[in-house]
Nanobody
Framework: QVQLVESGGGLVQTGGSLRLSCAAS????????MGWFRRAPGKERELIAA????????YYVDSVKGRFTISRDNAKNTVYLQMNSLKPEDTAVYYC??????????????WGQGTQVTVSS
């Protein structure tokens, strides 16, 4: 069992930065791929960034490439999402998720509770 708790959301002006953190419980954190989803108002939840188990390979949706950076610290059981050059269209609830080896991002094994990010224009 893995529990995920996000933090770091808030209100920021266009062009600003935020760093989201996702702290995971459990001793098997390093065996899960970790990712960040977001659900914007009126839209479906989408995977925006993911990081592999160990080699650090990453995925980003086109809309955040070059602005967002995902990283993980297995010693601290934490995954981060550094968000720079924020835009109003980044306003959403951001969710941390974990997928075990062999699993699919379409069906994460665990979800965090979500944290609101609001970017004012």
């Amino acid at each position: 069992q893995v529990q995920l708790v996000e933090s770091g959301g808030g209100l920021v002006q266009t062009g600003g930065s935020l760093r989201l953190s996702c702290a995971a419980s459990g001793r098997t954190f390093s065996t899960y791929r970790m990712g960040w989803f977001r659900r914007a108002p009126g839209k479906e939840r989408e995977l925006i960034a993911a990081i592999s188990l160990s080699d650090g390979s990453t995925y980003y949706v086109d809309s955040v490439k070059g602005r967002f950076t995902i990283s993980r610290d297995n010693a601290k059981n934490t995954v981060y999402l550094q968000m720079n050059s924020l835009k109003p269209e980044d306003t959403a609830v951001y969710y941390c998720a974990a997928v075990r080896a062999g699993g699919r991002w379409s069906r994460p094994d665990y979800w965090g509770q979500g944290t609101q990010v609001t970017v004012s224009s």
